[in-house]
């Protein structure tokens, strides 16, 4: 055997000159410092009010029933007053395609607001990471626990975090469970651990993905498995709105006594950065802003409310890091030269785009029947001879009522000369039922003879007849008739 020996993954290997070199720098584990001001504070709003929507939209009631509900098995999603079908996969198309623009839109604008506001990810760890604070103790507390040999208050620190973290993650698990599920039934089951076997997975599995991600992966998911992160400068320009620091004015930075005025910074070649790091320890993925844009940043603006308020206790003026595009900072401009460049010609077209989709969206909405229908060719028998010399092709036709009441429904042919429905021509589909009819088409001799034998083309007409709830409303379909040879 040879006496060298492969080095594994991420071990340290000798270099030309028998020198251990390390290969990779061990990930340090981040304590981010909890932090208050007007980001922060907005930061906060947005995670009430998502985390109200999440958790409550599900206990909602509407018409008797749930206000949102994805019921798969039935196949019909439930939206307040609107009854979806599979057939109106159009719709999450649409609101994907808004949703894009909008992403575009805002990084234009000011960055990775997404990011640093309303990503699940920055949420439930904003969340996780108030827990742990709240448990724990503030930064220096945990690094002391951590630091720290086991004894009983570590034991019972760290057990009732975890405790906490994973009630919380299998809270949001069976929330999650609840948009596809009656959540008053899968209450009901909880109560005796009665879940089904897909219903224990999902249950298991987000509030598991909730427990890990936020509770330890936190900045790795930012980092390393979001591909935003990566394609985010492809949306930036020198005019984008983005956390930045001040060189010109922070540098040469360093400690000061307080006593210094501002004024007297420039007699001792000092700039307003007193190199107090906190900017880096509130960061929660642990990067220097000072260091200019990166791609971890995720922009929650964290380090902005921390500098003011160190700018404060110093009496220096706020803004040392700030909202600022890459021209503004380079050439010294005011915030109101720096948002007279936001209407260029990207973010005008982004904004054009975006209004049209909406239009068409609501227009859609708006203007779409209260019920689709879905023609089926008979493939057991295309055609067949009955009395008279009759041709009869038979047909199935779904009707899906999108309506919270029953109506009934008459069906007709156009297209062909003498066709006529030849079985039950008028049918009541009950409240958002989607049922299957047979309905058979016929033609006389003389007019199949005229049309001579293939495939011709037909046309069904089913109407929604008028009631207490509204007029009349039709929809077309188009399928074929065909004769026989």
């Known amino acids: 055997m040879s006496d060298t020996h492969a080095a594994a993954p991420g071990a340290q290997a000798p270099d030309a000159a028998g020198e251990i070199v390390s290969l990779y720098a061990a990930q340090r584990k981040i304590y981010a410092r909890a932090v208050s001001g007007w980001f922060a ?174 509770g330890y992966m936190r900045e790795q998911v930012c980092k390393y498995m979001c591909p935003y992160a990566r394609f985010q400068s492809a949306m930036f320009d020198h005019d984008t709105m983005i956390i930045s620091y001040d060189t010109a004015r922070g540098e040469p930075r360093g400690s000061r006594p307080k006593s210094m005025g501002h004024e007297a910074l420039k007699s001792a070649g000092k700039g307003d950065c007193i190199d107090c790091t906190l900017c880096v320890q509130v960061c929660p993925t642990g990067i220097d802003i000072r260091k200019g844009l990166q791609y971890e940043c995720i922009g929650c603006a964290a380090c902005i409310d921390v500098c003011d308020s160190v700018m404060d206790k110093m009496n220096y003026p706020r803004g040392l890091i700030r909202y600022a595009t890459q021209n503004g900072i380079a050439q010294g401009w005011t915030k109101e030269q720096m948002l007279r460049r936001v209407l260029r010609p990207r973010v005008l077209i982004y904004t054009a785009i975006m209004i049209l989709i909406v239009a068409a969206f609501g227009a859609s909405l708006l203007l779409r029947t209260p019920f689709r229908v879905d023609v089926v060719r008979d493939r057991g028998a295309l055609a067949r001879l009955v009395e008279d010399g009759r041709i009869e092709n038979v047909y199935r036709l779904q009707l899906m009522n999108a309506n919270e009441r029953p109506h009934r429904f008459r069906i007709q042919v156009e297209g062909l000369s003498d066709a006529v429905v030849a079985s039950k021509n008028e049918v009541e589909v009950g409240s958002t039922e989607a049922r299957w009819v047979p309905v058979a088409v016929q033609v006389p001799p003389a007019t199949a003879g005229a049309l001579g034998p293939g495939a011709h083309p037909l046309r069904f007409t089913i109407t929604r007849l008028p009631d207490g709830s509204g007029g009349e409303v039709s929809v077309h379909e188009k399928s074929t008739f065909v004769v026989p040879r």
């Open 41 to 214: 504070t907005w930061r906060w709003v947005l995670v009430w009010g998502t985390q109200i929507l999440f958790y409550g939209l599900p206990w909602v009631q509407w018409n008797g029933r749930q206000a949102v509900l994805f019921d798969l098995g039935a196949r019909r999603f439930y939206i307040g007053g609107l009854v979806l079908y599979p057939q109106d996969f159009i719709y999450l198309t649409g609101l994907l395609i808004l949703s894009a623009y909008g992403l575009f839109l805002f990084t234009a604008v000011a960055g990775r607001l997404w990011c640093g506001y309303a990503c699940p990810q920055t949420v439930y760890t904003e969340i996780y990471m108030w827990f742990e604070n709240r448990i724990e103790g503030d930064r220096a507390k945990r690094m002391k626990l951590d630091a720290g040999p086991w004894n009983g208050e570590k034991l019972l620190r760290k057990g009732g975090k975890q405790a906490v973290w994973i009630a919380f993650g299998l809270w949001t698990g069976f929330t999650f469970v609840g948009y596809f599920t009656p959540i008053r039934t899968l209450a009901a089951e909880a109560m005796t651990l009665g879940f089904g076997p897909w219903e224990w997975f999902w249950i298991l599995f987000y509030g598991f993905a909730t427990y890990g991600n936020a």
